[in-house]
């Protein structure tokens, strides 16, 4: 396997653990924010209240959650290539 081959599945990887990242946040983000509503509006019966301002309040948190994970990434990949331009040296 030549390096350029090496590097293209490491890239493909990277990206496709970003990907599962940011799906999994979602998906948590989301639940906690439907079943948090769910038991509050119960224990203050108060049906869709806080469900719904839980729901929205969760949009900016997992924008927030993806552009950290984003951010990592790139560090990540900035990071590799420093090395690999010095190893190349």
């Given amino acids: 396997m030549t390096q350029s081959d090496k ?12 990907m599962l990242q940011a799906g999994v946040a979602t998906v ?5 924010s439907v079943f948090g509503g769910l038991w509050l509006d119960e ?14 309040a969760g949009i900016p948190i997992t924008v927030a959650v993806m ?3 984003a951010r990592q ?3 990540r990949i900035s ?7 010095s190893i190349d040296s």
């Fill in 73 to 75: 990434t790139v560090a």
């Fill in 67 to 69: 552009y950290k994970i």
């Fill in 7 to 18: 590097s293209g599945n490491k890239a493909i990887n990277t990206i496709l653990l970003v």
């Fill in 43 to 56: 224990q203050f019966n108060t049906k869709p209240l806080f469900t719904a301002i839980l729901i929205i």
């Fill in 79 to 85: 990071k590799s290539e420093k090395e690999n331009k």
């Fill in 28 to 32: 948590v983000i989301v639940l906690l």
